[in-house]
């Protein structure tokens, strides 16, 4: 697995999946999802996404286990 | 705030906040000490919203980002007092007893609608809705703000319209709850409780109504004061434009760059009869300047006071000796006095704030010596018993109307789009701002490498960089009604589609302020650097990129 720090290049669709198995699909734009009109006027975020932050481990072992 | 230039809160009362509002304020990187107490707060269960065009470094730290269309922020703010009335959250008591107009406020607000709200700011109504509530029903909350609320055509409506929040909610006047105004720029506190404002003279005496005041610096000065106000900035480039004023003397500040619309501001400065600058570097205003006088740096290499935004008083203390030839300001101004004949002698720093003490009363309290033991002291400051004020209008909650004092005013205010209409021609709106690595206009800031810095760019969205065919990196050609610059695209996910970003802090790379609107605020004086109608094109093939070509002007 390579660790790529930035958006220069995309995660792939396997990289994707992989993270969505442990988080669950992407909600908005913000979070990995196809960026909408909409997102350019609210996100969310703050104490509910710190609260997962417990979820980094298991998803980078999620993509590990999928990519190698 | 209600009669004193300065913000209610103190930075500990962050910490402690259930619930903070960062409205038009880049906070994490415009105020980072102040972010740090934010954090504690946020840390400790606080919920932080952001409001602001841009997902910026502190909306990515906020429990909801509201990301309005710029200048639409009394809209928001008047559907907020609208949702809070609706649902019954009205601090009544304190409405009742601490404040006047609440009838013609809440008769005001009534048409802001939720849903008018959302079409005009583009949030959600839901989510306006929430923070209505939740900044109601907060038992401490706090409002803090920055240049995203002042640099606009109305900057005092906008103030006056997150005021009127804080009034109808008594976040007011108690420990944890305010209204907290962060400054623009170092010190700009301290400027203006030094009397460094047109209507007012230190310590936020006004120079018009308070004919005591007034009085007492006549005989302390045995020369008498004009009992007229001055002319602000923006009102000073008008009266250079129709003659009126034909020298000027500026001391630490660079207006050449730093002025909306460079363009006219430079060929005002460059047309006066006489012009003198003092400053620690030799800036793009002191080129054109008859005159220059070179000063010390007032923040290492002299001594004196520096206020923050939280009315908090610290000593600076001289830590280097000055390069040759500088000069501390204190003995630049004496020595022409003295040329202009009349001595004032040699004071030291100590002996003109020793002097400021008797005039001003809500620095009396505040010797060097006691600067230093209680690591600074917030205004007002009335004794030397008197510990400072940890945050104001304590007043506006007490039971007895005569400790109670006079009532705070809610004023109401409508919603006026910027001046600088976006048209088929100009379709994108700019938005300046600021960067944690660099300040102002560079001057100071750009003496230094920092690894953070990287230059001037024009942000735009994913979405207008790909319609515009612009790559992250190639030049593009922005232009306004004023003038036109030339800048590296920044593709910048943090915008939306019509939403560009530069900053003023390269302006010998990217002249930005070439672009921006002088337009002003007619009560502050502010001009409207939030909000410029521009468009981006490819640049034509002969551009070479030097400065005349920079900083030519369009045609329209």
């Known amino acids: 697995m390579d660790l790529r720090f930035g958006a220069a290049v995309a995660a792939t669709d396997d990289e994707r999946s992989a993270v969505a198995s442990v988080l669950g699909p992407p909600e908005t734009g913000w979070d990995g999802g196809q960026r909408e009109a909409a997102d350019g006027h609210a996100a969310f975020g703050g104490h509910s996404a710190r609260a997962r932050r417990h979820l980094l481990l298991p998803v980078l072992h999620a993509v590990q286990d999928r990519i190698g | ?58 909306a990515q730290w906020a429990d909801a980002w509201l990301g309005i269309e710029v200048g639409s922020d009394i809209s928001l703010a008047n559907a907020i007092a609208r949702e809070i009335i609706a649902a019954g959250l009205v601090n009544e008591d304190f409405v009742r007893r601490a404040t006047t107009g609440f009838e013609a406020y809440a008769a005001s607000v009534e048409p802001y609608s939720l849903q008018r709200a959302e079409r005009d700011t583009g949030v959600p109504a839901d989510l306006i809705r929430r923070l209505a509530h939740d900044y109601a029903r907060a038992d401490r909350a706090q409002i803090c703000w920055t240049l995203g609320i002042t640099e606009h055509h109305n900057a005092a409506d906008n103030v006056f319209a997150l005021i009127n929040l804080a009034l109808l909610t008594g976040h007011v006047g108690r420990y944890g709850s305010g209204l907290v105004p962060l400054r623009g720029q170092n010190n700009v506190q301290g400027g203006g409780d030094m009397g460094a404002i047109p209507n007012k003279l230190t310590g936020f005496q006004d120079i018009e109504t308070d004919l005591a005041a007034r009085a007492r610096f006549e005989a302390a000065y045995g020369a008498p004061v004009p009992p007229r106000r001055g002319w602000h900035l923006s009102q000073m480039f008008d009266a250079m434009e129709a003659g009126e004023l034909t020298a000027c003397y500026i001391v630490g500040e660079n207006p050449v760059r730093s002025e909306a619309d460079t363009g006219r501001a430079s060929k005002l400065l460059g047309g006066l009869k006489h012009l003198v600058v003092q400053d620690m570097f030799r800036n793009d205003t002191a080129e054109l300047a008859d005159v220059v006088l070179p000063a010390t740096a007032t923040w290492c290499e002299a001594e004196g006071t520096v206020t923050s935004s939280e009315r908090r008083v610290q000593r600076v203390r001289k830590a280097l000796e000055p390069p040759p030839g500088t000069r501390d300001d204190i003995e630049i101004i004496f020595d022409i006095a ?194 410029t109608a521009i468009r981006v094109d490819k640049p034509a093939a002969t551009a070479t990129g030097d400065d005349e070509s920079q900083h030519e002007k369009v045609g329209a």
Not at chain 2, 17 to 26: E, K, R
């Open chain 2, 338 to 531: 003295r040329r202009l004949g009349t001595d004032w002698g040699r004071p030291s720093a100590e002996e003109l704030w020793n002097e400021l003490r008797t005039l001003s009363p809500m620095h009396a309290g505040m010797s060097y010596r006691r600067l230093e033991e209680l690591g600074g002291i917030q205004w007002p400051c009335p004794d030397e018993q008197h510990p400072g004020e940890l945050f104001l209008h304590a007043r506006l909650w007490e039971e007895d109307p005569a400790r109670r004092g006079a009532p705070a005013p809610f004023t109401p205010v409508e919603q006026e789009a910027p001046l600088d209409e976006l048209s088929e021609q100009f379709p994108l709106r700019l938005t300046t701002g600021r960067r944690l690595d660099s300040f102002n206009t560079g001057v100071q800031s750009g003496q230094y490498a920092t690894p953070i810095r990287r230059p001037e760019t024009i942000n735009l969205s994913p979405e207008d960089a790909s319609s515009l065919g612009l790559a992250e990196g190639e030049v593009a050609r922005v232009s306004s009604r004023r003038g036109s610059v030339q800048a590296p695209v920044h593709v910048d996910e943090t915008l939306r589609a019509g939403l560009a970003f530069m900053t003023l802090h390269f302006p010998e790379q990217v002249a930005t302020n070439v672009l921006t609107l002088d337009a002003w605020d007619p009560k502050s004086g502010t001009a409207e650097f939030k909000a």
């Open chain 2, 1 to 58: 705030m209600f009669g004193a230039g300065g913000g209610t809160c103190s930075y500990q009362e962050a910490e402690d906040a259930d619930l903070l509002v960062l409205w038009g304020s880049n906070a994490r990187e415009a105020h980072p000490i102040f972010f740090h107490h934010v954090l504690k707060g946020v840390r400790r269960g606080a919920r932080l919203y952001a409001v602001d065009p841009r997902r910026t470094t502190s």
